[in-house]
Structures are given as C-alpha cells and as structure tokens.
C-alpha cells in the first residue's frame, strides 16, 4: 500500500515522499526499477554541421545528451529531433534547442560558450532509453528507509523528465509485467 | 578534399596545390592549419 506524504519542486526536479507497506525485497525491486528500468528521452544521435567552436565534437555530443528532454516515451522507436544552430559572441543555451515535437525540461543549461565568429549548427536525435543503459536516461535518484517491519519510506528526487508519481506508476507496470513473464515461463518448465 | 590556411596571408590551399612541399604556394610561410572536413559528423552522445 502506498501512500504519499510530501511533494516539493526543486531548483532541478522534484522531491517527493512516500511510504509503502509491503516486503523490502518488493520495496527493493521498486526502488530499481525505478532508477534503472523506467524509459524516458535523451538525446543519442548528434549530426554536427558546423563546430568552429573552442569545445570538440566529442564532449559537445556529450553535454547535449545530458540534458533532460520532457516526456514519457510510448512506444519504442520514437525520436525527437532538435536543432541548434548560433554564431558567437554568445552564450549557448539548452532553450536554444528547438525541436517541434520535443522540449527540454530546463532552459538555463550553458552548452558552449561562442567567441566572435564561432559558429555551431547541429542536429540531434533524442530517442527512449533506459537508465541502465547510459545514467542519460535516468529518471530519478530514489532511497529508502525502513519505518516499521514490512514498512519503508521512500525519498525520491526526479529529474525534469517526468512527474514522481509517473514514474513510480511506470514502475510498478514494469515490476507486474516482470512478475507475469516469470510466472509464464515457470509454468512453460511445469508443463 | 584536405583544406589547409595559411597563418600568414589567410588563403585557403588545397592539398593539391600544396604538392609535397609544406609551405604556402603564394607567401612561402611554413605555418598551415588543416580545416575541418565539409562533412556531416555523426557522434554518440556518451
């Protein structure tokens, strides 16, 4: 049983806090699940045009593909696709990427910094992703503490990706679909 | 197509004006910088 206590918005997400009775080898699997498992967007693909600027391909690629996009992914070969294109004197921001069917979560992430005559043009590709694959894609940071036997309470802090309660709804889906596959293979081995 | 500048007078040589000898074909300065391939590049963001 889960019932939920706290929830604030921070500087960079969301805090939010709840208790949940079950056994901690459940709990457990939640508190995973939730950090590791649950899909959400991140950009993957850079396609660099234009980079006169003083940072490399490289690690450029790499701060964009740690910004957090907005969004809960449906299905599994959907991507956004942003573009970034500046000249220096200037800042770059993450509010300079637009996309049509996309948002970033924050505006105010600096990308490069562009001297005079620097140019970028980019293109990116955001696509679903798992924080077990890359920490990109992780939604949240969760932990638990036990409050009574059989009883914990968990801290959660999001990421911008996705609301709390989304992903922790994303998980338990993710725990019973788990649950189910393993019961269906069992019963294959039975048979 | 390989791209270098020349630091001293700005122009833009080929690799085949170039010939085996590193200097600029209109100034004689030894200094050139290779410029950045006219191709798309693709990175993973990781």
Redesign the interface.
């Known amino acids: 049983m889960i019932t939920i206590k706290e929830k604030r918005k921070t500087r960079i997400g969301e805090e939010f806090i709840f208790s949940l009775k079950a056994p901690i080898s459940f709990s457990n699997a939640i508190r995973r699940i939730m950090i590791s498992e649950v899909p959400t967007f991140?950009?993957?693909?850079?396609?660099?045009?234009?980079?006169?600027s003083s940072m490399d391909?490289?690690i450029?690629?790499?701060r964009?593909?740690l910004i957090p996009i907005k969004g809960k992914p449906l299905l599994e070969n959907e991507v956004i696709t942003f573009t970034l294109e500046k000249e220096g004197p200037c800042t770059v921001y993450s509010s300079d990427l637009k996309s049509e069917n996309g948002e970033v979560a924050f505006k105010n992430i600096p990308i490069v910094k562009l001297g005079k005559g620097q140019r970028i043009q980019i293109e990116?590709e955001a696509i679903p992703g798992i924080g077990k694959v890359?920490a990109?894609w992780q939604p949240c940071n969760a932990v638990y503490k036990q409050i009574a036997d059989d009883e914990v309470e968990f801290f959660v802090e999001t990421f911008g990706q996705m609301e709390a309660e989304e992903i922790l709804e994303e998980a338990v889906k993710i725990l019973k679909n788990k649950a189910e596959s393993f019961l269906q293979q069992l019963e294959m081995i039975e048979q | 197509m390989v791209e270098y500048k020349c630091l001293n007078c700005k122009k833009i040589i080929k690799l085949e004006e170039l010939g085996k000898r590193a200097r600029c074909p209109h100034c004689s300065y030894k200094i050139l910088v290779k410029l950045?391939p006219k191709v798309?590049?693709?990175?993973?963001?990781?």
């Not at chain 1, 991140?42 to 006169?52: G, P, W």
């Not at chain 2, 798309?40 to 990781?46: D, M, W």
């Open positions: 991140a950009i993957e693909d850079v396609y660099i045009y234009e980079n006169s391909d490289e450029l690629a790499h964009l593909g990116c890359h990109k | 950045r798309v590049k693709h990175v993973k963001a990781r």
